[in-house]
């Protein structure tokens, strides 16, 4: 990557990133959830779902693909279920329309559930479910993509990356937050790599013709990812389509057709949000736990949490602002 031309405050990012969005044709609640989202990752150090992932909303937004200014429809649907249709729009301002409720239901019945569909997500999952555990709450969600993995034993694709993001409550400290692809590397971390030129480790991916390849163009280039650990990742990936798609009403990753919307990146498909309230049984004693774990696993030679990264990445951008390349800067402030 390229030298940093300056670092930016994060708010300055969010504010820059928004009018972008605005721009092309968002309405103003979507465009300020998808700048928080992509100057989030940004921030913390996650590139691959940072700015990288601007052209790929704009060209999706001028494709027709989404909606830019979609209206998610929420419904009370039982004492611990929520649903919303997103309206073809994007999944973040569907979460954020029904956020409340579903909270509201946490810490009434101690776990509730929110399903999100006819949405688009395009972006890091963990913050979706880190704002729960700031709050005191553990909450896990999973996110289908487009067919891009092969299941273990398979000749063709048919799963997404199907991330799993889980977060929860960690006495005397930052939240405990993992976000991760079920296939054997994220597809945004493929096409940086394709984009520097780098070759990729073994039993990530394969050509065209179905051979084993460490070429990540070849990857992109009509061929596919592996799972990540054979069939333990594969059948992980399963379990996502099931219940980001299958329970919520969205689509599976096989379903839907953008063939008729060039440029479009963006895959319609379903999520699935879990929160639960531990104090209704543990009062702080969860939290508490969770602080013992971390620290016996740092007493067995555990050397960086799961999150760390991204927690030293932001107090870093906290002081000195976020970091954007001469080529970033220059193309976000052609796009505003």
Not at 22 to 41: E, K, Q, W
Not at 245 to 273: M, R, V, Y
Request: glycine fraction near 10%; charged fraction near 20%; include cysteine.
């Amino acid at each position: 990557m390229s030298a940093p031309a300056r670092q930016i405050p994060f708010a300055d990012l969010v504010n820059l990133l928004q009018r972008i969005f605005i721009r092309n044709g968002c309405s103003d609640t979507v465009a300020a959830a998808l700048a928080t989202n992509c100057a989030s990752a940004q921030r913390d150090g996650a590139h691959s779902h940072g700015v990288f992932r601007i052209p790929g909303y704009l060209s999706t937004l001028a494709s027709g693909w989404v909606d830019g200014r979609a209206e998610p429809v929420v419904r009370d649907v039982a004492s611990g279920y929520v649903s919303v249709d997103a309206g073809g729009g994007f999944a973040q301002p569907a979460l954020a329309a029904a956020r409340e409720l579903l909270v509201s239901k946490a810490r009434s019945a101690g776990i509730a559930v929110l399903a999100i569909h006819n949405s688009h997500h395009f972006a890091a999952l963990w913050p979706d479910v880190e704002p729960f555990a700031d709050e005191g709450l553990v909450a896990l969600s999973v996110v289908n993509s487009m067919t891009c993995v092969v299941p273990e034993g398979a000749r063709r694709p048919l799963f997404g990356t199907n991330p799993i993001a889980f977060a929860a409550p960690c006495a005397g400290g930052a939240p405990i937050v993992f976000d991760m692809a079920t296939s054997a590397m994220a597809h945004g971390d493929v096409q940086i790599a394709a984009r520097k030129g780098e070759l990729l480790a073994d039993g990530v991916g394969v050509d065209r013709e179905g051979r084993a390849t460490r070429d990540p163009a070849a990857i992109l280039d009509g061929g596919a990812l592996l799972p990540f650990g054979g069939h333990k990742g594969s059948a992980l990936s399963m379990m996502v389509e099931l219940l980001a798609a299958a329970l919520t009403g969205g689509n599976f990753s096989f379903e839907f057709d953008w063939s008729q919307h060039p440029g479009a990146k963006t895959p319609w498909t379903g999520q699935l949000i879990i929160v639960i309230d531990p104090r209704l049984a543990q009062g702080e004693r969860f939290a508490k736990r969770a602080r013992e774990l971390v620290g016996q696993m740092e007493a067995v030679g555990v050397t960086r949490m799961p999150g760390e990264r991204r927690f030293r990445e932001r107090d870093k951008s906290a002081r000195d602002g976020v970091s954007l390349t001469s080529e970033e800067w220059t193309q976000l402030h052609s796009l505003a």
